[in-house]
């Protein structure tokens, strides 16, 4: 795909990897639906994209909620056309173990809460878009990509029982999608990124950040441009659908 002109939507777009998506795909020329929670954090980015010249606008969207997706979704189609990319990065972290023993008696529990909150968010907020974008593309009948983000915890990490399932489960729906949405001319991929300089990361003690990076091959964390690089091959490489790439300094080798 020529990303010129092309309408991209990005879930979770308003800082982090999103807005390095965002930025990087507008830079090489697509119009870019900005997706995000808070309106005033979108508009924000927006007004940040839009300053490098990148064609940008703001959708309030709640990506765990069916009717704010079709909503927000609808809205792009109307103001900018049907999309012809659709990034799925929208993500929380709700870390817990799965119980918490002291001699021999349970102390903590993953709360259902916990377990449903990141999993509507991070998978089914996955599927609602996903299946929103493929429609748009079917019925304007043009070819498309989805793009999924996942990450190495998709093959299961300490505390994150919630959060590793569903990352597994994001790439799942992009196999399944690939061999679905072929005969439309619809493409799809993940990248699941290792560690990477966000907010987040930037909030660690530095010995920990330390740490971390030790682990990793290349010695240091990713930036978010290498996520979105990634994003950007998968969107113009017409021959990649239903594959991951594994953008983690080597770390699952």
């Known amino acids: 795909m020529i990303l010129n002109d092309k309408v991209i939507a990005v879930t979770g777009g308003a800082r982090g990897l999103g807005y390095a998506m965002a930025q990087r795909l507008g830079k090489q020329g697509a119009r870019i639906a900005l997706l995000d929670m808070n309106a005033e954090t979108l508009d924000q980015a927006v007004?940040?994209?839009?300053?490098?010249?990148?064609?940008?606008?703001?959708?309030?969207?709640?990506?765990?909620?069916?009717?704010?997706?079709?909503?927000?979704?609808?809205d792009i189609?109307?103001?900018?056309?049907?999309?012809?990319?659709?990034?799925?990065?929208?993500?929380?972290?709700?870390?817990?173990?799965?119980?918490?023993?002291?001699?021999?008696?349970?102390?903590k529990r993953m709360s259902l809460e916990s377990w449903q909150n990141v999993i509507n968010v991070n998978l089914t907020g996955v599927f609602l878009c996903g299946r929103e974008a493929a429609t748009q593309m079917i019925e304007a009948g043009h070819e498309g990509v989805i793009v999924n983000i996942s990450s190495i915890s998709r093959a299961g990490n300490m505390?994150?029982?919630?959060?590793?399932?569903?990352k597994a489960g994001i790439h799942a729906?992009?196999?399944?999608?690939?061999?679905?949405?072929?005969r439309y001319g619809i493409r799809t991929g993940t990248v699941a990124p290792g560690f990477i300089s966000t907010e987040m990361t930037a909030a660690m003690r530095p010995e920990m950040l330390e740490r971390i990076a030790s682990g990793v091959p290349l010695k240091r964390l990713g930036e978010p441009d290498n996520i979105a690089q990634s994003v950007a091959f998968i969107l113009e490489n017409d021959y990649f659908t239903g594959r991951i790439i594994e953008c983690d300094g080597g770390l699952r080798l």
Not at 50 to 74: L, T, W, Y
Not at 159 to 166: E, T
Not at 173 to 182: F, H, N
């Open 47 to 74: 007004s940040q994209l839009s300053s490098e010249g990148i064609d940008a606008q703001a959708f309030v969207v709640n990506v765990a909620d069916e009717n704010s997706v079709i909503q927000a979704f609808a």
């Open 77 to 107: 189609a109307q103001r900018l056309g049907p999309i012809s990319g659709c990034v799925n990065n929208a993500g929380i972290t709700q870390d817990a173990l799965l119980v918490k023993a002291k001699e021999g008696k349970v102390e």
């Open 159 to 166: 505390g994150q029982s919630n959060y590793a399932a569903a």
């Open 173 to 182: 729906l992009t196999v399944t999608w690939s061999k679905e949405l072929a």
